[in-house]
């Protein structure tokens, strides 16, 4: 298993550029979310999906876009790169916690370290 | 969901137990809590999780205030590789959105 594949690693983007941070999992997890961490900062959410089809905003969605069309894949979407963007970026994917089934919580990728310049 | 209170850091003595305090309390009946970890730039690592009563597993134990209102994490033979920011997170909705607060840098030493 490859767990969640985050690409690129890193990137460099100037202002007002657009780009999709690509984020996979081979789990068959119906959670998937996308977290920023700020240096020296705890990590805030973005963007959650429950499912394929179905996302929601998290604390601070302004800026991005995401979708889930395959249970697989969640892309994360910056519309007009800010320097205030400039982050690391993780994508995380667990299973639905439920009585009687194991639970290993959210399998976090190895993030993609983005800097806006 | 939940706040949580944590300590900003702590230190431990490699070897002894590291035990780590969270405060939570506003935790709702249907609300869980969840303790990740983050190891110097890597994505955070899930630890345990409970309800009501105290779990363990291979990594760590896990023991909740029968109120709810606190947990205290607890890592029975601290070694330096647990050096890390740990995060205690109160969440229901079966854990889709999970909110990470400031969490608890432990350094552990020699």
């Known amino acids: 298993n490859a767990g969640v594949t985050q690409t690129p690693k890193f990137q460099v983007l100037k202002t007002g550029q657009s780009m999709t941070l690509q984020c996979a999992q081979d789990m068959n997890h119906e959670y998937m979310s996308w977290y920023r961490q700020d240096p020296g900062m705890g990590l805030r959410l973005i963007h959650y999906?429950?499912?394929?089809?179905?996302?929601d905003q998290g604390e601070v969605p302004n800026g991005y876009n995401v979708s889930r069309s395959t249970t697989e894949d969640f892309p994360l979407r910056l519309l007009s790169a800010a320097p205030s963007q400039t982050s690391v970026y993780f994508c995380?994917?667990?299973?639905?916690?439920?009585?009687?089934?194991?639970?290993?919580?959210?399998?976090f990728g190895s993030g993609t370290r983005l800097t806006v310049v | 969901d939940a706040k949580t209170t944590q300590p900003t850091s702590m230190d431990c003595a490699e070897g002894r137990a590291a035990n780590l305090p969270c405060n939570h309390s506003?935790?709702?009946?249907?609300?869980?809590v969840y303790w990740y970890r983050q190891i110097h730039s890597q994505g955070p690592q899930y630890i345990i999780h409970?309800?009501?009563n105290n779990e363990t597993n291979e990594m760590a134990s896990l023991i909740i205030t029968e109120d709810r209102k606190s947990s205290t994490l607890i890592l029975p033979h601290a070694t330096l590789r647990d050096t890390a920011v740990y995060y205690c997170i109160v969440s229901g909705n079966a854990g889709n959105m999970l909110t990470f607060g400031g969490g608890t840098r432990l350094m552990v030493k020699p």
């Open positions: 999906s429950v499912g394929a089809g179905i996302t």
């Open positions: 995380a994917s667990s299973r639905a916690l439920s009585r009687g089934k194991a639970y290993y919580g959210y399998t």
């Open positions: 409970g309800l009501k």
């Open positions: 506003t935790i709702s009946g249907n609300e869980y």
